[in-house]
């Protein structure tokens, strides 16, 4: 890892948040700072669209754009503030439809993209695992028709779903589709390679 992606980890890992689910958000307040958005305002104009993308991949937008207040000291009284507590894929759709001038906009696009790969590569794994493991199953039973094949396909499947949630994986529902795939990605980085050269 180069000393920019140090930073950039560093960066956005240092305001994440943990709930008492054990669950990972970011404060868009916080957010919004890091990402060199002086008014709240204008940040709120990137919430919106990045909040439409996420209906556009329909998704619930309550599930990664939950909104909450905080209360706030103003001098001698205190006022309500709003604010979002954003999960990692709130924060990636923030990111690409952010201002792409501003350097940690795109510091920002390149870190969450890379994590909502990886978590892409996660899910792909468990599913290799659930069809080698079923693989192996109908082997050593010696299952040779459809209905014990298709029970064992569910079992295996459901062992290796309880498993993924008992040691805090993440579960494919709580997975954000990318709005690019890693073909695209490739393909975008490759014909970068090419201008320059």
């Known amino acids: 890892m180069n000393e920019i992606e140090k930073y950039t980890n560093k960066i956005f890992e240092d ?111 468990a599913n290799l695992f659930r069809i080698t493991q079923t693989d192996e199953v109908l082997k050593n039973k010696k299952v040779n028709n459809e209905n014990e094949a298709c029970m064992t396909h569910h079992d295996v499947g459901q062992a290796v779903r309880q498993t993924r949630k008992r040691i805090g994986g993440t579960m494919p529902e709580d997975l954000p589709t990318p709005k690019k795939s890693i073909k695209q990605l490739e393909n975008e980085e490759t014909y970068k390679i090419k201008e320059v050269n």
């Open 15 to 125: 305001i994440k948040h943990i709930d008492e689910n054990g669950n990972e958000y970011w404060e868009a307040r916080e957010f919004s700072k890091v990402l060199e958005y002086s008014k709240w305002s204008n940040f709120k104009k990137v919430i919106e669209k990045a909040k439409l993308s996420c209906n556009n991949s329909n998704y619930n937008v309550s599930d990664h754009f939950a909104e909450v207040g905080k209360i706030v000291k103003a001098g001698a009284t205190s006022k309500r503030i709003e604010d979002y507590k954003l999960s990692r894929y709130a924060c990636y759709l923030i990111v690409q439809n952010g201002n792409p001038n501003k350097k940690i906009i795109a510091l920002g696009q390149t870190y969450f993209a890379i994590q909502t790969r990886k978590q892409e590569l996660t899910e792909l794994a």
